[in-house]
């Protein structure tokens, strides 16, 4: 059992580390005062930083410099420790290192069969890519974090249903500490992106915020007051489940008309097939496989079943946005997957729906965006999981 002191020494070395993270290198003095830690405290918890390699210092360009007077300063030393992250989608593993700002690095992917390979078998070919990962790392690998397609464990050990990927009850955390030898922890791809992006991402601080996520379902994660929204046994927020259309068509959870039946990425490549014909591959209009992109494109140039199509898809995303907004009031929603990537007008298409099914003064309070933390989006997000035990915990 750590003493009082202890646990005082630790509380102030973590402040000093987030602070650092959060607002860039300054000096020690502007620290202590931020801190509201003496000069003594400060020396000492510095000391210790130093001693262990986690903060350099020397001249700062950060804040608290005065024009023409170099100032000296502590500055986090980002690339001192490590994490791996690890975003398990829907037949595709991503992963890679990254430093103490969440900044990834050696991303590499791989495949797997849904239908054929068992999920054990899923779980030790990730222990074996982050075993190559960790080798880089060596002694500075802190752990590492996994982001799951559902549901974690209240422990944040297992994956305990994926819907879409037909599994159910999955143990990550056991075989790939076994594997590495360091802590490994599990949550919901989706509430890591979210708390991604509240740590690491270009988000001013909006709080309340709201991720959501529309890939092969739609996911969504929530944080609150700084931290990630985990209510109940399960914490999860399944947006992607609400109903939005009546008598629709049946979704992978058991139910019918759910939202991620009419908005996600299989819906939308058959909307863009029918309407637009099979996409030609080196085609004319330059669009990718996008089908948000294809299905805009023609709507820009005229095709009015286009048009109406992404209507559609924009009024029944804003009739799920709009309960989310109703309950839980957020400043920000970003909206990430394939609407990452989607062309302007597909944004204003959302934001004009969703204010005409918000409530008054809430629809005004929230923004509606895109995702900041580009492709790597979830191996960013375990990784910020993984920190968040370092930056809070440790
Ligand atoms: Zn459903």
């Known amino acids: ?207 309340p915020l709201l991720y959501v996520y529309v890939r092969t379902g739609v996911g969504a994660g929530v944080v609150i007051g700084g931290q990630p929204f985990r209510s109940g046994t399960h914490g999860v927020t399944e947006l992607g489940h609400l109903k939005v259309v009546e008598r629709g068509r049946p979704c992978a959870c058991g139910s019918t008309g759910c939202l991620e039946t009419v908005v996600a990425e299989p819906y939308l490549a058959e909307q863009a097939r029918a309407l637009l014909g099979p996409l030609i591959t080196g085609g004319h209009s330059g669009d990718g496989a996008d089908p948000l992109a294809r299905l805009a494109s023609a709507a820009a140039e005229g095709d009015g079943r286009a048009d109406a199509a992404l209507d559609e898809v924009a009024g029944h995303l804003a009739t799920g946005l709009a309960s989310a907004v109703n309950l839980l009031n957020p400043a920000l929603i970003l909206l990430g997957g394939a609407f990452r990537t989607a062309p302007e007008p597909i944004f204003d298409r959302v934001r004009q729906a969703l204010r005409a099914r918000a409530f008054p003064v809430l629809r005004d309070a929230v923004q509606v965006r895109r995702a900041t933390l580009g492709p790597d989006a979830g191996v960013i997000g375990s990784a910020a999981v993984a920190l968040d035990r370092f930056f809070y915990d440790a």
Not at 16 to 38: C, E, F, I, K
Not at 46 to 70: I, Y
Not at 105 to 121: I, K, N, T
């Open 1 to 207: 059992m750590p003493t009082p002191v202890q646990d005082v020494r630790r509380l102030h070395r973590r402040l000093v580390l987030r602070t650092l993270r959060d607002h860039g290198p300054q000096p020690r003095a502007d620290l202590a005062r931020r801190l509201g830690l003496s000069p003594t405290t400060m020396t000492k918890v510095v000391a210790q930083l130093l001693d262990e390699g986690l903060v350099s210092e020397g001249a700062t360009d950060g804040p608290g410099t005065r024009v023409g007077r170099p100032s000296t300063g502590i500055r986090l030393r980002a690339g001192a420790r490590q994490v791996i992250g690890v975003q398990v989608g829907a037949g595709t593993v991503r992963l890679g290192l990254c430093d103490l700002k969440a900044r990834a690095r050696d991303v590499r992917s791989f495949g797997f069969d849904l239908a054929g390979e068992p999920p054990e078998q899923v779980v030790a070919r990730i222990a074996d890519a982050a075993a190559a990962l960790a080798g880089q790392a060596g002694d500075r690998l802190l752990g590492i974090g996994v982001a799951a397609p559902g549901p974690v464990d209240p422990g944040q050990r297992r994956n305990v249903l994926s819907v879409n990927l037909g599994w159910r009850d999955v143990a990550f955390a056991d075989p790939l500490e076994r594997a590495l030898g360091v802590p490994a922890v599990v949550d919901h791809n989706v509430r890591a992106m979210a708390l991604a992006e509240t740590r690491y991402g270009d988000t001013g601080g909006a709080d």
